[in-house]
């Protein structure tokens, strides 16, 4: 069962707490208050929601101390003050103490804690006090960044809120004291953040809404609602104001019954909350879900394979070591910890810290660009990103659909056809789009229909995207009522038997339907969305409708609309394809009007699949047509998924941007999910970044700094392993030759520890152009390679340092070892801390490309330090002596040959095998 979606919706948590008793609930609420979290689903909650379910509303409003007009927003605070907001206590931040423990207890702070008390041990008081202040350091350092970047991604979470529409009853201020049921006030409909719901609350739901909390159906209309992420059905259940079955024992059976965390697929209703937050069914559940539920993402998968490489070389090298030196000196236990020192020298320990750090910098990045980052994980998948799917409207066009024509079957104007097209989308409930609004704001009309006077509603057929069309059924005259249907052209045609011409109608015949799909046609060539209007006078004999009377319509004409392309949709599109990232249109509309969009918009077609042809399709036929194709009309939510799903099995990192309740199954199957502020509930829900502005443009900077944010963590990685392996390679070498140790491990765990501090700076580091102009992944490969490649280079003059140290000054005795292992500790660190500036960047380094002024500066103090720290008080500390004046004559020589054979090597590479 996957919580994923029901997970990242609910992105702050509560402590919980229990309820006071003095609260006036009877048996439901007081079941609710003494549950709190357990380790099951407990039977009281099961209990509880069948009560709710078989009790008649005027009970449950009794019991929840609600009323049929809504609460006052001081009854509303009330509750809320004793039943705290509407959020789930699950993955809520550990307390400062044990988020500490928890950056404390890494591999690299248990080893050194190990290496701390066998210093110790042995009586040596000094090393392990400074190796416990390394642990400290490293532990703070880690508490400090990572606390920084978590507050960071909450800020960003909190800038994107779901809503809900609540009932609320207003009273006047004179008038306050009297029971709401006197009707004194008045009910208004608000939109409240989720989180400010509370039981009692009536709440109006229609498509596309996330329900927000356990509640009872009060009244709806083929209300129909998707419990997938909480019983793992995929089909939509209906659900009703009344129980069907008595003998329901299972909760999700219920027909009454809404669940927080589902959502309205289609229909609308009236709800009253039961329950909320860790009192609602899913808030029980919620504990026994983890962040292992989630499947691993392209970015973790490429970070666990780095890991693996690493384990494995160090798994091969630290053993060597170990024996190597155990033989030749004979001192097991110092070659035990020495050895134990290399392992932590081979790891990468400052890497959870510099990718979260780097995430989260990114992230805030593009929060200033109107880009919400809502999992940080998603701005690598950004980078990536090869292929991005799209719907059309409001993203390659206008967020603004204009009503263009009105015409009858022939295709002459009709403002019969008008009316009836702006009283289905008055009366309509359900989820009003852009079409809609369109009709809805001819002022005029409404002025001289007064539908609120002449018309009555009846009832009503919501749409969905089986059908793609809805119905109205209203009454003029209370002699007959009135079905008013609107929807696709086909859709509409496949209902209807007859035409309307004049004031007479005629069979639709196949001629006539020819003619028909031509007149539709020649406006879709003119870039029109067209939108057929039926009807069927029906008599006054009933008040429920359901889709087996849209039939035997008469078709009255269409109505046509202006969807324009934006002016930045064509720059936008020839930049996505100058940044490596091809583009495929997936929609709904018409073929024609998106081929003419297309071209306006400068996306050449590379071929035309219909939802209809993918449906005859099995996967292994669909997979190279998605692959060559770059549009595809007339989709279904199940055709988008199923797309997007081939392509990734085709080896891609799709992202898909959409916004509407046919787009939450392609956001959830897309590596990244791209939605916007004004989406549906479920579609931001189901999404990993929220645009603020619904433009390609923007998307493009998120993309760019995804592959800044993948630059900067791969210059970690690439340092960290060639130069950790060039070290255990001098150290091999060296073991094999000299009388002593090249180096201590204390010394060995201090160079380690400066250096690791000389990259913190790495998030904040520019990154070349050329590095951000193609997608860029994980290729585990490629940093083995490079490590066996760029290691060696650094060996190289580690071994011309130790032939210096040894010839000529003369360390080649035990009595002078402290020299040798102070003369290697200095170089070393200024060569491993000078890497980063090499291998950052393809180019000349510092001269046709300089590091950022933090990387600069902690590279050159952590430099500073390492020369000094010999020559200090504190040396002794670190068994290190004062190194004679003509070895510093030697190091700038012993450096800039290092970066030029490097700087030489980096080209060699580059021609041979790419830098990416």
Known sequence: MNFRPLKEFFANFLQNRHIARHFRRLTLLDTMTHIGISREVPDTLSRALLSAASSDTDTLFKTLDAHVVGLTESEAEVIRAHLGLNEVEHEKPLPWW???????????????????????????????????????????????????SSRAADALKAMVSNTATVLRYDIPEDTADLDPNLSVGISRIRELPIKLVVPGDIILLSAGDMIPADCRVLTAKDLFVAQAAMTGESMAVEKFAELKSSNTTNVFDLDNILFMGTNVVSGSARALVISTGNHTYFGALATRVTENDRALTAFQVGVNKVSWLLIRFMLVMVPLVLFINGFSKGNWLQAVLFALSVAVGLTPEMLPMIVTSTLAKGAMILSRKKVIVKRLDAMQNFGAMDVLCT?????????????????????????????????????????????????????????????????????????????????????????????????????????????????????????????????????????????????????????????????????????????????????????????????????????????????????????????????????????????????????????????????????????????????????????????????????????????LEKSLMVLEEGVLEGRRTFANMLKYIRMAASSNFGNVFSILIASLFLPFLPMLPLQLLTQNLLYDISQVAIPFDKVDDELITKPQRWQPGNIGRFMIFFGPVSSLFDILTFMMMWFVFSANTMQKKALFQSGWFVVGLLTQTMIVHMIRTPKIPFIQSRAAAPLMATTLIIMIVGILLPMGPWAHYFRLVALPPLYFAFIPIIVLAYMVVTQLMKRFYIRRFGWQ
Request: aromatic letters at 6%.
């Open 98 to 148: 044990l988020y500490l423990w928890h950056c404390y207890t890494n591999p690299f702070n248990l080893l050194l804690t190990l290496l701390a008390i066998v210093a110790y041990v042995t009586r040596d008081a000094s090393g392990a006090l400074v190796i416990f202040a390394m642990v400290l350091l490293s532990t703070f350092l880690r508490f400090w960044q990572e606390g920084k």
């Open 391 to 691: 719907d059309k409207t409001g993203t390659l066009t206008q967020d603004k659909v204009f009503l263009s024509r009105h015409v009858d079957v022939w295709g002459k104007d009709s403002d019969e056809v008008l009316e009836m097209a702006y009283l289905n989308s008055y009366y309509q409930t359900g989820l009003k789009n852009l079409l809609d609004v369109a009709v809805l704001e001819q002022a005029d009309l409404n002025k001289s229909l007064n539908p609120a006077r002449n018309y009555r509603k009846v009832d009503e057929i919501p749409f969905d995207f089986t059908r793609r069309r809805m119905s109205v059924v209203v009454a003029e005259r209370e002699d007959h009522h009135e079905l008013i249907c609107k929807g696709a052209v086909d859709e509409i045609l496949s209902v209807c038997t007859q035409v309307q011409q004049g004031d007479s109608t005629q069979p639709l015949t196949f001629e006539l339907l020819q003619q028909i799909r031509s007149i539709t046609g020649d406006l879709n060539e003119e870039g029109l969305r067209v939108v057929a209007v039926a009807a069927k006078e029906l008599p006054p004999n009933k008040e429920i409708y359901s889709v087996t009377d849209e039939c035997e319509l008469t078709l009255m004409g269409y109505v046509a609309f202006l969807d324009p392309p934006k002016d930045s949709t064509a720059p936008a599109l020839q930049a996505l394809a100058a940044h490596g990232i091809s583009v495929k249109v997936l929609t709904g509309d018409n073929e024609r009007v998106t081929a003419k969009i297309c071209r306006e918009v400068g996306l050449e077609q590379q071929g035309i699949v219909l939802g209809n042809q993918i449906e005859a399709l099995s996967d292994a036929e669909l997979g190279p047509l998605v692959e060559k194709n770059n549009v595809f009309a007339k989709l279904t939510p199940t055709h988008k998924e199923r797309i997007i799903r081939l392509l990734k099995s085709n080896g891609h990192v799709v992202g898909f941007l959409g916004d509407g309740i046919n787009d939450a199954a392609a956001l959830r199957a897309a590596d990244i999910g791209v939605s916007v502020d004004t989406a549906v509930d479920i579609a931001k829900e189901a999404a990993d970044i929220i645009l």
